[in-house]
């Protein structure tokens, strides 16, 4: 499943990895690609989740995704930091990957980044792939 080339990846494992399981789909072949022109540009942690925002990066206009605006989701995460588990939401916006969401399901989500979580695809035609860390 490798889309993201780790010569230009410009975020963390964490995030590659729920990026990955999103847009794990034949219709997203363009968004798979784009994977490798976003970085990261502005985290915005909430008690509840945290959104972060991609800056794109020259070249993704080569992989315009078909659908305009429209939101991915089917990954849920569970961790030892989340008490009741979570889920992804990507976000795409003019027919760019522009900010990802991540939530908790109690509304209670640490201010930092997960290290050891399980990554699970939910939606009914998924490969229903897991990534586990336990780092």
Known sequence: ???????????SLFIKNLLELLVDDVAMTNLQQQLNY???GNIDYTSQGVFIRFKRITG?????FSKDDCVINGVIITSPQLRL???AILHIS???IDYL???SYDGEYPKEELKTY???????????????NNS
Not at 1 to 11: G, N, P, S, T, V
Not at 60 to 64: A, D, G, R, V, Y
Request: without cysteine; proline residues 0%.
């Open 1 to 11: 499943m490798d889309y993201i080339d780790y010569r230009k990846m410009k975020y």
């Open 38 to 40: 976003i970085e990261i």
């Open 60 to 64: 993704i206009e080569s992989f315009k």
């Open 85 to 87: 588990g979570g889920e």
């Open 94 to 96: 003019k027919n760019y």
């Open 101 to 103: 969401e991540i939530y």
């Open 118 to 132: 399980t990554l699970k695809q939910v939606w009914q035609s998924s490969s229903m792939l897991e990534i586990h």
